[in-house]
């Protein structure tokens, strides 16, 4: 329920306006192709309603377009998002694998969706901090986690989500789990680092799992078995991701030119690439490719590890619109489709971090945050070395 002076104004244009995305995600066979929509309110509301159909049809995206103007009423607006098919060596369409969130989601090229907002939980390793995080984001609807092997707390995230998701009325089914590969896993040990992930979080599988670094642990940035050892990891998560132990699969600190030998040679594309992005790290370029490949951008650290919430002019933006400065931050990344995971050990700060989706900020507040790029990394290790 909406109750605020802007809810007021959302729950207006909503009446105004039904957004139907939807994407192509298979073949079906001969030129015939499978495609998912899903029903989005308006960006700005609090809530999102998706439905996901399966529609033949054999020319998208004008006759899909009309099929849908038909079925949802005048009123509906219809954006074409993306004509992504499988690999040909993938020719049946995967069951769709929806969530039952509230939550605002984006469509990745696996056909899974990804919630916009997710806790981090980098530095939240014993299990009292992760009950009091996890609690109070589970009540203000966070419905995805980030972890990884090199985080060390997958086990209690595990044990964790075990314990809470009752006491929500969640299933496993309703939230979406991330992980990754540590760099000492590389290569050969890939499918034995999976399986040890998805023994320490005690799930049968895992939504989203990504290769955490482009290089091995240990060797120098330009020895070349990176390059090897990155393709056997991404064969060796293709099999898992075909297994159904991995619901999608991704990368992590991977450059435009990791990205480019990635998908010059594989056989499942990556779904998802995870990369430090804020206000003063805009990474236009790395984003634009993704966009081009069909894979969904994801951000980490996007208060800057906190520093940025000390930013004057994020601070000075924020007060002029009466929200935080982790609200602005975090909204300027949602609102172009990216996704994010603030992490905080504070209970009030997770609740205020996900108060993002009742406010829009206007093209020219999203140009002054962007203007504020300077290349400022606020993880200090950089993987542009790696060979
Ligand atoms: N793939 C990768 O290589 C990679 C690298 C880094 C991070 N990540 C992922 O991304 C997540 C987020 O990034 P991050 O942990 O680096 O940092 P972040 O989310 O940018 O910032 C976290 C810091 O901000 C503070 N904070 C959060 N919300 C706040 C609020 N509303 N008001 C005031 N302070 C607030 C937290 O302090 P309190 O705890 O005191 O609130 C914490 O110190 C990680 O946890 C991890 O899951 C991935």
Not at 70 to 93: A, M, N, Q, V
């Amino acid at each position: 329920m909406l109750r605020s002076r802007a809810g007021t104004r959302i729950r207006k244009r909503r009446k105004r306006e039904d957004v139907i995305k939807y994407v192509v995600v298979g073949r079906a066979g001969g030129r015939r192709l499978i495609i998912k929509s899903h029903l989005n309110s308006h960006p700005s509301t609090t809530s999102t309603r998706h439905t996901t159909q399966r529609l033949d049809t054999t020319s998208p995206p004008r006759k899909m377009q009309r099929h849908l103007k038909e079925t949802r009423g005048k009123r509906t607006t219809i954006r074409y998002i993306k004509h992504k098919l499988l690999p040909r060596s993938r020719p049946e369409f995967e069951p769709v694998y929806m969530m039952q969130s509230t939550m605002h989601a984006a469509v990745l090229n696996s056909g899974t969706q990804i919630p916009l907002l997710g806790l981090g939980t980098y530095k939240l390793r014993t299990y009292e901090e992760l009950y009091k995080s996890i609690s109070a984001a589970l009540d203000a609807g966070y419905r995805a986690f980030d972890t990884a092997a090199a985080y060390g707390n997958e086990a209690q995230l595990g044990r964790v989500l075990r314990e809470l998701l009752p006491k929500h009325g969640l299933k496993r089914s309703d939230v979406f789990l991330i992980s990754k590969l540590g760099p000492e896993d590389h290569g050969p040990r890939a499918k034995e680092g999976c399986l040890r992930s998805l023994q320490q979080l005690g799930c049968e599988y895992i939504d989203l799992y990504l290769v955490h670094w482009p290089g091995v642990a240990d060797l120098e940035p330009t020895d070349p078995l990176h390059a090897k050892y990155r393709s056997q990891s991404w064969a060796i998560l293709e099999e898992l991701y075909d297994s159904g132990k991995i619901k999608a699969i991704g990368v992590s600190n991977y450059t435009v030119s990791h990205l480019l030998e990635l998908l010059g040679s594989c056989h499942v594309p990556p779904a998802v690439l995870q990369m430090e992005c804020h206000p003063k790290l805009v990474q236009k370029q790395l984003r634009e490719v993704c966009k081009e490949a069909g894979v969904h951008f994801q951000a980490y650290s996007s208060l800057g590890k906190g520093a940025l919430l000390e930013d004057p002019e994020v601070k000075d933006l924020a007060g002029s619109r009466g929200r935080t400065p982790a609200q602005v931050l975090l909204r300027w990344a949602v609102q172009q489709g990216i996704s994010v995971l603030p992490r905080s050990s504070q209970p009030q700060s997770v609740q205020e971090n996900s108060r993002i989706f009742d406010f829009e900020l206007s093209n020219k507040e999203m140009q002054r945050l962007s203007d504020l790029n300077c290349d400022t990394r606020y993880c200090t290790r950089d993987s542009t070395s790696i060979r």
